[in-house]
Antibody
Framework: EVQLVESGGGLVQPGGSLRVSCAASGFTFGRYWMNWVRQAPGKGLEWVAH????????YYADSVKGRFTISRDNAKNSLFLQMNSLRADDTAVYYC????????????????WGQGTLVTVSS | DIVMTQSPDSLAVSLGERATINCRSS????????????LAWYQQKPGQPPKLLIY???TRESGVPDRFSGSGSVTDFTLSISSLQAEDVAVYYC?????????FGQGTRLEIK
């Protein structure tokens, strides 16, 4: 069974930094593109970033480009999101999501999701 | 970025009746070389993460009941639930994956009348 478990969320002040993690199990992590998708309280879904299997390609939403960095450790079946210069509008539940299909090209279809970790940016 | 617009924002349907949710993209998401529409539907129940229901506009994900169906092409798409069950109460999102960034509709809240 595919499992994605996020951790590392919490309360951080504006301008601060936070690193959230996602532990994957139940599938061959290193064969899949991986994503972060966020959801502000009571709002819709927003794709944040994704990373290729070998970390050679990374893409970001314009809203986080230059502030957030996605990374992965295939040996530890883990995905990370380093968030710097955090703003109030970054407050959201951050979901780790697997890309469908273990292929070189991303599908950008999210077939498995974690339960999410809440990041709150407030003074 | 491709803008996805869903209608209605909320919907109340009686148990056993048909529910229909619409989604429109700001540009074509039909890729002509493979004749596929790059459109997915997700269901999000309260307090849960989204769940993939349909992709390629009409292909049901494994394990999704056949009362859920997707249709449409180019810029206009529909998610239908043929006979609404109590467990279908949720927010439904469409998503285009034609290009990066993948973008979602604003969501449609489905309730029981």
């Amino acid at each position: 069974e595919v499992q994605l478990v996020e951790s590392g969320g919490g309360l951080v002040q504006p301008g601060g930094s936070l690193r959230v993690s996602c532990a994957a199990s139940g599938f061959t992590f290193g064969r899949y593109w991986m994503n972060w998708v966020r959801q502000a309280p009571g709002k819709g879904l927003e794709w944040v970033a994704h990373i290729k299997q070998d970390s050679s390609e990374k893409y970001y939403a314009d809203s986080v480009k230059g502030r957030f960095t996605i990374s992965r450790d295939n040996a530890k079946n883990s995905l990370f999101l380093q968030m710097n210069s955090l703003r109030a509008d970054d407050t959201a539940v951050y979901y780790c999501a697997r890309d469908m299909g273990a292929t070189v090209t991303t599908f950008r279809i999210f077939d498995s999701w974690g339960q999410g970790t809440l990041v709150t940016v407030s003074s | 970025d491709i803008v996805m617009t869903q209608s209605p924002d909320s919907l109340a349907v009686s148990l056993g009746e048909r529910a229909t949710i619409n989604c429109r993209s700001s540009q074509s998401i039909l890729y002509n070389p493979n004749n596929k529409n790059y459109l997915a539907w997700y269901q999000q129940k309260p307090g849960q993460p989204p769940k993939l229901l349909i992709y390629w506009a009409s292909t049901r994900e494994s394990g999704v009941p056949d009362r859920f169906s997707g249709s449409g092409s180019v810029t206009d798409f529909t998610l239908s639930i043929s006979s609404l069950q109590a467990e279908d109460v949720a927010v439904y999102y469409c998503q285009q994956y034609y290009n990066t960034p993948p973008t979602f509709g604003q969501g449609t809240r489905l309730e029981i009348k």
